[in-house]
Every structure is written in structure tokens, then in C-alpha cells.
């Protein structure tokens, strides 16, 4: 078993920063890659970022690319994603996973066996 818990979630005015970690306990030796999620108000979940544990290998949605950056602590058994100029349209729940194997993709969500409860993030306009 792996639990996951993210931090780093809150309010945040369009144009900001925000940091979100997701810590890591349990069989973290047997995950071969992260990922971030979120969900918005009336939306379904989708994919925002994912990495490759053992060498940091990134893939982001497009909608991302160029403002957040997903990275990882192996030391801590942390996940990270810093977020930066932020949108209105970023307002969601984000959700950190971990998957065993990434055979149906990084960007499945039936890729990832755990999953985190989520932080909220806001980003007024």
C-alpha cells in the first residue's frame, strides 16, 4: 500500500505562484511514476503532469506546459508541482497518483493505483 498526501493548495490571484506537495509513504519503491490530476467544479478529472521516479522524466498537458513544472525529492518520497501564472480556468481540485506501471499511459487515470484525497486550489481573476 502507498498512501499519498498533498499540501500547498489555497487562493490564489490570477498572475500567481503556488507550490503543491504530494508525501509519499508505504511501497514508494514500487511506484514507477507520478502524476497530477485535477477536477473542476462540473468537470471531469484530467490529466495535468506526471514523472518517472527513477529519472524524473516529465510530460505535461498542454494547457500547462510552460507555467507548471512537476519534479521530485527522492530523499523525502515527495512529489512536487510548482504552478506559475495562474488562470482563472486552474480553479480545481488537484489530486497526486501513484502508478505501478504506466502501460496504459502517464495520462490515464486507470494508469495510477493510489491516489491522494486532494488540495483545492482558487485562482480569482
Known amino acids: 500500500q502507498v498512501q499519498l498526501v498533498e499540501s500547498g493548495g489555497g487562493l490564489v490571484q490570477a498572475g500567481g505562484s503556488l507550490r503543491l506537495s ?4 508505504g ?3 514500487s511506484m514507477y511514476g507520478f502524476g497530477w490530476f485535477r477536477q473542476a467544479p462540473g468537470k471531469e478529472r484530467e490529466f495535468v503532469a506526471a514523472i518517472r521516479w527513477h529519472n524524473a522524466y516529465t510530460e505535461y ?3 500547462v506546459k510552460g507555467r507548471f513544472t512537476i519534479s521530485r525529492d527522492s530523499a523525502k518520497n ?4 510548482q504552478m506559475h ?3 482563472p480556468e486552474d480553479t480545481a481540485v488537484y489530486y497526486c497518483a501513484a502508478a505501478i506501471s504506466w502501460a496504459s499511459g502517464f495520462a490515464t487515470m486507470g494508469s495510477y493505483n493510489y ?3 486532494g ?3 482558487a485562482v480569482s481573476s
Open 85 to 87: 501564472t495562474l488562470k
Open 27 to 29: 511501497r514508494t519503491i
Open 119 to 121: 488540495t483545492q486550489v
Open 115 to 117: 491516489w491522494g484525497q
Open 22 to 25: 504530494c508525501a509519499a509513504s
Open 78 to 81: 515527495t512529489v512536487y508541482l
Open 61 to 63: 498537458a498542454d494547457s
